[in-house]
């Protein structure tokens, strides 16, 4: 990951990893730095996050946030708050939304069930979410449901009783 003065100039080097880093993405506040980092070709990918100094530099040394989770993620996005960060992973055949807070803390499953969720999106406030959900019997259709998850309504009433693959 790079800083370029705003004002042009030479890009200076802000991680070293022999790694990857990718998907950066800048908190609301614009406190905090939040990316994906691989430590080498084929590693568990992780999610770092970084306080920024006023130059856009690091100001501090990267935490790492999901050392003690070893699912594969998709990049994260933070929370209209700059408190925590979303994101998208499989587990056991499933795809959910899962969440952690910007000081560390457990990894916390947002949405449940047998089923894929895809196309994730919040509000402007973080205080719902909309995706596509999908399982092994039934088509895709978009749901609504609060930030933390609960008060799941299906929005869609297309594909609602035909089975996939059905005519």
């Known amino acids: 990951i790079y800083a370029i003065p705003v004002a042009g100039g030479e890009a200076r080097a802000l991680t070293e990893n022999p790694g990857s880093e990718t998907a950066p993405a800048v908190s609301p506040d614009g406190k905090l730095l939040a990316y994906v980092a691989t430590a080498d070709r084929g590693s568990q990918p992780e999610i770092m996050v ?4 006023a130059d856009g530099g690091f100001a501090g040394e990267p935490r790492n946030l999901t050392a003690d989770w070893d699912l594969i993620l998709e990049p994260p996005t933070w929370t209209a708050d700059s408190r925590a960060l979303h994101w998208e992973a499989g587990i056991g055949g499933n795809a959910h939304v899962f969440e952690v807070g910007a000081r560390g803390g ?7 069930g047998d089923r894929q969720l895809n196309a994730v999106s919040w509000s402007g406030d973080g205080r719902v979410m909309a995706y596509t959900a999908t399982d092994a ?8 449901a609060q930030g933390d998850g ?8 297309f594909n609602h009783a035909r089975p996939a693959g059905g005519g």
Do not use: I, S
């Open 150 to 157: 609960r008060g799941e309504t299906r929005l869609t009433p």
């Open 137 to 144: 019997a039934t088509p895709a259709a978009g749901f609504g």
């Open 50 to 53: 970084v306080a920024l100094g």
């Open 106 to 112: 457990p990894v916390r499953q947002v949405t449940t």
